[in-house]
């Protein structure tokens, strides 16, 4: 009996794969196995995953989850795993990485046209190359385009949602052009739902001098680099600050006297009490977890606030689609940020931002 829910069970396994991997063959996309989000992510911990796809352009990004949608497989999107917090055990469901999604920035007079995977200080040092502001205060955020449209990133005065023209999305297997203006860009939180792939977008930027979009952005990392941990394995900021309130949460964690606070191989930063950090090889999500939970407690008690998380926690399990595809429950998300390559292109970018600024 035992040995026949076994033996169904990995012939369940079997059929799975075998459905993957003939999805992943038919859309020309390459497939993964025995890839963990410990290598995938910038806090540098979480489990292993089950399948990564890794499509190169946005057409085959569409195409690979609008088949994966078509069988029923569960899929989450990864971009360069800076803003995520993977739990350590496997995690049974497909991602699809948009890290090779990059392409080239086309430029068009004030536009700009960017694919997901692309570096965000890439992009924001090439717009200042080309005399076009807008952006320049998001040059040190080390994310992809996509995960930054899809939370709306902000820093120093900028978020990326004020300058989108359009964005390009996944549907029904296709790419699916939708305007900005139809898009809900609030703090760190946009309208696009569970289950929407973000492909690429149209910025349209302002001319001004490249001087002094240079300057203006050298100044965000300057502001960045003395209050904010570098060379850490951090997700940036952990909580949202308190929204309309002014507030800032990093502020108020620090005057609870919780900078360095440790739980097993996480930290609270003695830079920024709002970025957790992870170190040692032997850190686990749930360290920084649990780290996470205590602040939230002792904030609750001392403030009467109930802190929200900034970043993404994605569960192992948690089923965010059924069978059919259709339905999505909770705290599963879509586009993200870091890995090694990530940060590659990021310390390149900077590496050609500041020798663009030398020169
Ligand atoms: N402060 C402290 N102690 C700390 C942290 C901050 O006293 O440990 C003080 C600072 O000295 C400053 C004030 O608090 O006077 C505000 O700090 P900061 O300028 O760092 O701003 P923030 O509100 O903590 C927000 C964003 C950052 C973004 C910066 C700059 C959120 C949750 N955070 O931080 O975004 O880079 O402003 O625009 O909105 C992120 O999204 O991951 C992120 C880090």
Not at 89 to 102: F, G, M
Not at 112 to 117: E, I, L, P
Not at 136 to 142: F, N
Not at 144 to 163: C, F, K, P, R, S
Request: glycine content about 12%.
């Amino acid at each position: 009996m035992v040995e026949t829910d076994e033996q169904q069970a990995v012939n369940d396994a079997q059929t799975h794969d075998a459905k993957i991997e003939e999805i992943a063959r038919r859309c020309g996309v390459r497939a993964e196995r025995g890839r963990r989000f410990a290598e995938l992510t910038s806090l540098r911990v979480g489990g292993a995953i089950d399948w990564l796809l890794v499509p190169e352009t946005e057409e085959q990004a569409a195409g690979v989850v609008g088949a994966l949608e078509d069988a029923g497989v569960a899929w989450r999107v990864l971009g360069a795993g800076s803003n995520v917090l993977a739990d350590d055990r496997e995690h049974r469901y497909v991602v699809v990485s948009t890290r090779e999604v990059k392409g080239e920035a086309q430029f068009d007079g004030e536009r700009v046209s960017v694919s997901a995977g692309f570096s965000l200080p890439r992009l924001c040092v090439e717009a200042a190359r080309h005399g076009l502001s807008g952006i320049e205060g998001l040059g040190g955020i080390p994310g992809t385009v996509g995960g930054a449209l899809w939370m709306n990133a902000g820093a120093y005065g900028h978020e990326i949602g004020e300058v989108v023209e359009s964005v390009r999305v996944a549907r029904g297997g296709h790419v699916v052009v939708v305007p900005g203006s139809e898009v809900k860009w609030d703090y760190r939180h946009t309208s696009f739902k569970e289950g929407e792939l973000l492909l690429g977008c149209t910025l349209k930027l302002r001319p001004d001098d490249p001087e002094k979009i240079a300057a203006r952005m050298e100044d965000a990392k300057r502001r960045r680099f003395a209050t904010q941990p570098h060379g850490a394995r951090s997700a940036g900021c952990f909580f949202k600050n308190p929204p309309g309130s002014g507030l800032s949460t990093g502020k108020m964690i620090d005057e609870m006297g919780m900078k360095g606070e440790r739980r097993g191989g996480a930290r609270v930063s003695p830079v920024h009490a709002n970025f957790i950090v992870t170190e040692g090889k032997d850190a686990r999500a749930s360290d920084a977890l649990a780290l996470a939970e205590e602040i939230r407690e002792r904030f609750r008690r001392e403030h009467g606030i109930e802190l929200e998380y900034e970043v993404e926690l994605w569960g192992a399990d948690a089923e965010f689609k059924d069978a059919s595809g259709a339905t999505e429950t909770d705290e599963t998300s879509g586009e993200v940020k870091t890995s090694d390559e990530a940060e590659a292109d990021d310390e390149r970018a900077r590496a050609e931002e500041s020798s663009e600024a030398e020169s």
